[in-house]
């Protein structure tokens, strides 16, 4: 597939090893050393995915991740996945990457050709997966989900998920009521094994829950030393319905 790729990182040298490795892959790449102009470039729009460095010498980057997350000032849903890249390597760093809605976390010094592989995994998430039309629902209309359309709503609002979270989603209910252990739920989403990354799919489903929760109950049950399953029922005139 091919997208634009925006790379934020400080260092030159990273820059251009990430530039060659994208163009090469057939992605059309955008750099910039300052999280400031990484804001404007957002602003503009065209932006697919961004790789982003969190030791911006300006703007934080945390900053830069919470704007790719939010919506335009017209309302319309941006959501531009980002692939988090920094020396940041513990695990807590990463997990409060992830919290604040980062699709992935590769931590310094990596591979290059992996970190394409996870540009592409996101990518493939976000623009994949469309089905036929109408949505399938669920517990008698509380959750519906339209692939084709990639919307998620929970009694008629929308849900805003990040692509990680939209994965774990359609993995889980496209077969409801069976439970699915941590690692099958990574390499269903990611795509590929990720070490470490069993740690860190709690706090993805922990948001997951969060985002689809309203007055009766939770959609999404864990199940002790399992992992985690869809607890809601398939519709019968599930994939007629039309989400409006």
Known sequence: MTGTVLVVEDDR???????????????????????????????DGGVDLVVL?????????????????????????????????????????????????????????FSPTELVLRVRAVLDRVSGGAGESGARCYGGGRLCIDEAR?????????????????????????????????YEL????????????????DSHVKNLRRKLSDSSGEMIQTVLGVGYRMALRPDQDSGRRTVR
């Open 186 to 201: 990574v390499n269903r989403v990611r795509g590929y094994e990720f070490a470490g990354y069993e740690r860190t799919i």
């Open 13 to 43: 040298e990273i820059r251009e090893l990430l530039r060659r490795y994208l163009e090469r892959d057939g992605y059309i790449v955008r750099t910039t050393s300052s999280g400031a102009q990484a804001l404007r470039l957002l602003g």
């Open 150 to 182: 990639h919307e998620a709503r929970v009694g008629g609002r929308v849900v805003d998920l990040t692509p990680t979270e939209w994965g774990l989603l359609i993995a889980m209910s496209t077969t409801a009521g069976r439970v699915f252990s941590r």
């Open 53 to 109: 460095d969190l030791g911006l010498p300006d703007v934080g980057g945390f900053e830069v991740l919470a704007a790719a997350r939010r919506d335009d000032p017209a309302g319309r849903h941006s959501g531009v996945p980002v692939v988090v890249l920094t020396a940041r390597a513990g695990v807590e760093d990463r997990i409060r990457g992830l919290q604040r809605g980062a699709d992935d976390y590769v931590t310094k010094p």
